[in-house]
C-alpha cells in the first residue's frame, strides 16, 4: 500500500515581499476589465493578477510606490487607489 501523498498547494509571490506562500493566504488583486484594480477574494475573476500579503505593510508600499501598477501593467487612478487603500485599513500591521 502507498503512503498517502500531501495534497497539492500552489504557491503565489506576494509583489512586495517577494514572499512564497499558499495561494488562499494571500489576496488577489485584479485588473478588471473596466480598467479598475479589484479585491478578488475567490481568486476566480478573468484578467491579469498580482498577490499581496494580508498585511498592511505589503499594501502601502504596493499603493506607494508602482510595484502593483507594473504587476498589472496598469496606471490606477486616485479613485482606485483610494478603495484599495481603505481595504488595507482592515488589514493587520504585521512587521
Not at 4 to 10: A, E, S, V, Y
Not at 73 to 94: F, H, I, M, V
Amino acid at each position: 500500500m502507498q503512503g498517502l501523498k500531501d495534497k497539492h498547494l500552489p504557491q503565489r509571490t506576494c509583489i512586495v515581499c517577494r514572499q512564497k506562500r499558499d495561494k488562499k493566504t494571500l489576496i488577489r488583486l485584479v485588473l478588471a476589465e473596466s480598467g479598475a484594480v479589484e479585491v478578488d477574494m475567490p481568486a476566480k475573476k478573468a484578467g491579469r493578477g498580482a498577490y499581496l500579503c494580508p498585511k498592511k505593510v505589503c499594501w502601502e508600499l504596493a499603493l506607494k510606490g508602482n510595484r502593483l501598477e507594473y504587476a498589472l501593467r496598469t496606471k490606477l487612478s486616485n479613485d482606485n487607489r483610494q478603495l484599495l487603500a481603505q481595504y488595507s485599513n482592515n488589514l493587520p500591521e504585521g512587521n
